[in-house]
């Protein structure tokens, strides 16, 4: 099956990173939407898989980024007329917005390679079984948090925050065997992408290392653990992407 993949940008140093390169291994076609360069919105009969990524912004910015309430939209359309929705970081908050959760400032900072534990939904589930079943490292940068959307399977837990993750269907995705999946960490960065994201996000680091020192690690402790973590969090993603596209029937 070749997808029709179309990616929400929220800023010009985050990017679909191992996901590009995924797409291109299977030979799917990849569009994009810069929204914060005011980039028209696609049709929704133009692409098979939505991606929304990750920024600096709050779901509830609509007034500094009014683009927001048009891409809030297609969210929910895509949503509602069954398509994969695949969300990350900032992503992941929208669409637990658009499903009517509560998104807000989770108290605390979580910026560096730190563990989850998958739930016991999530540790049984088809789509995840690629995943470590005891808790394992991934890369998190985000201040807010999302409550599980009704109806959705939560998928993970940190010691900082216990919505890390979730997995939801309507009954048309039920249907056609796909997914709204939705993710606060980053699977997908890369060794050249968390250089850029670290370079752009200095100033939060150096005031998430005062205000929160167990959960925000230093740009140079970030950079040296991602030469560990990133290539199995590479696989996983990989794996999940192609478990995903196995489902579907459409």
């Not at 609509?62 to 990350?88: A, C, F, M, N």
């Amino acid at each position: 099956m070749t997808l029709r993949i179309h990616a929400l940008f929220h800023t010009d140093y985050e990017d679909l990173s191992y996901i590009k390169h995924w797409a291109n291994n299977h030979q799917h076609t990849i569009t994009y939407t810069r929204s914060y360069n005011q980039d028209s919105l696609p049709a929704l009969n133009s692409f098979d898989w939505l991606i929304v990524m990750g920024g600096p912004m709050s779901v509830h910015d609509e007034d500094s980024h009014p683009w927001l309430i048009d891409e809030k939209r297609l969210i929910k359309q895509s949503v509602d007329s069954g398509k994969t929705v695949i969300g990350v970081c900032l992503g992941a908050q929208l669409i637990a917005h658009c499903l009517g959760a509560s998104v807000e400032p989770a108290g605390v900072k979580e910026i560096g390679w730190l563990p989850i534990q998958l739930s016991k939904d999530a540790q049984v589930h088809p789509l995840l079984q690629d995943l470590p079943k005891q808790p394992f490292t991934v890369f998190h940068w985000h201040g807010d948090g999302f409550e599980n959307p009704q109806g959705a399977i939560a998928l993970a837990t940190s010691e900082a925050w216990p919505n890390q993750g979730f997995l939801y269907q309507t009954p048309r995705h039920k249907a056609l065997g796909t997914w709204v999946m939705a993710w606060q960490c980053h699977f997908e960065v890369t060794k050249e992408s968390i250089v850029k994201m670290v370079a752009n996000g200095e100033n939060t680091i150096q005031k998430g290392l005062i205000d929160y020192p167990k959960t925000v690690q230093s740009a140079a402790e970030i950079i040296a653990l991602g030469d560990k973590y990133i290539t199995d969090n590479n696989a996983r993603l990989a794996a999940m992407l192609n478990r995903m596209v196995k489902t579907a029937n459409i």
